[in-house]
């Protein structure tokens, strides 16, 4: 998957672009301000819907404009194919094409375009919530599995309805319909997480073993959101019953689901140092972009955002080599020009100036 053009409009600072992207490396330097990272937030927005820094809403949309508007173009390299994609987004509204045909959920265009992103906010996949953490594994599901996503909207139908209902002191044969659809689409939605988990493992344990050697070997370990060994979902929806309707929501099933990382060098599930998360993280992120790699026949776009805020010197050349390697693209941003020892002829190298972009040789 190679972006061959990106035309940004009234995103932030940024005044209207258009960039052809280089096959390999595409550096993006400027001073902090510049708008350097909004080009890496246009690539997000795209493939995942939101901001990696905010809901649309906050600050994204440039001021005095009505709303943003991206355009992507990029070819397949599994197919091959060209694919192009369109967003004007409005915050509270918005409109796309892809491949010239409206589309009618935002999940198409994500679907089509696939970017991994790695940016100072990321440590909190493994230091934060676990939303965060759900909507990782999902992420990877929802590109690999194509029945995936009909299966997770059906379970969150089921449980908007089922939260509704706890809410308006339901017959009891209100809730037994719901708590049915939700076990028939929770069950094998927490098999497929659990299965992807496991899938993930080894590559998981073998980039952090690169990245964090000092902390021994990388465990995956999932936690269903209810006691899945001792009890079906169905039934621990009927024995929370009883507390779920004194609270309004729904305590137990996939939607409390998580996952943690634990190292043989960390006994005691010792708290990681926020480097160390980064870092963790960073090999989550990586271990999914190579388990797609393998599932499509293609890298995702990797997008890194203010890489040598983030990663030391010995950390940011050995990531490099990995992704050149990869055959990956790749969109890193930084207040430092790129050093020559860095760089390759293929790569190509961008600067950020007062919401202006230039193409640098």
């Given amino acids: ?27 993006i330097s400027g001073d902090n301000g510049a708008g350097k990272t909004s080009m890496l937030e246009a690539l997000h927005l795209l493939a995942y819907g ?17 709303a943003l508007e991206i355009f992507a173009e990029w070819e397949e390299t599994a197919s091959p194919r060209v694919r192009r ?24 265009l994500c679907a089509a375009l696939a970017v991994v992103t790695f940016e100072p906010g990321s440590h909190a996949l493994i230091a934060g919530g676990g939303e ?29 309805q089922r939260n509704a209902l706890l809410k308006s002191r339901p017959r009891p044969e209100q809730l037994d319909a719901w708590e049915h659809e ?13 299965q992807y988990l496991e899938r993930l493992q080894t590559r998981l344990a073998a980039v952090a073993a690169d990245l964090v050697p000092s902390l021994g070997v990388a465990m995956l370990h999932f936690q269903p959101g209810w006691r899945r060994h001792d009890l079906s979902l169905a039934d621990a929806l009927l024995l929370a019953r009883e507390r779920d309707l004194m609270t309004g929501h729904t305590s137990v099933g996939p939607h409390r689901a998580d996952w943690r990382i634990d190292y043989a060098a960390r006994p005691g599930r010792e708290a990681l140092s926020r480097g160390q998360a980064k870092l963790t993280a ?16 293609e ?63």
């Fill in 1 to 27: 998957m190679r972006l061959t053009r990106l035309d940004i409009r009234d995103l932030r600072r940024l005044e209207p672009v258009s960039i052809q992207p280089g096959p390999a490396l595409n550096w």
């Fill in 50 to 66: 939101r901001s990696f820094r905010g809901p649309v809403r906050d600050g994204l949309i440039r001021t005095g404009a009505e």
């Fill in 85 to 108: 994609v369109g967003l004007r987004h409005a915050g509270q509204s918005w409109q796309g094409r892809l491949d010239g045909v409206p589309a009618v959920a935002l999940g198409e």
């Fill in 132 to 160: 965060l953490r759900r909507r990782w594994v999902d992420w990877g599901l929802f590109h690999v599995e194509q029945d995936f996503l009909p299966l997770w909207r059906r379970y969150a139908r089921a449980l908007k």
């Fill in 182 to 194: 939700l076990a028939e689409a929770g069950e094998p939605l927490t098999t497929r997480r659990e």
């Fill in 282 to 297: 960073l090999a989550c992120l990586l271990a999914q972009a190579e388990d797609y790699a393998e599932s499509r026949g």
């Fill in 299 to 361: 890298w995702p776009v990797v997008a890194l955002d203010d890489l040598a805020s983030e990663l030391d010197r010995q950390h940011q050349r050995q990531l490099l080599a990995k992704l050149r390697q990869s055959g990956a693209q790749v969109f890193i941003s930084g207040t430092e020009a790129p050093s020559e020892a860095d760089r390759q002829p293929d790569d190509v190298w961008f600067h950020v100036e007062h919401g202006q972009i230039t193409k640098t040789s």
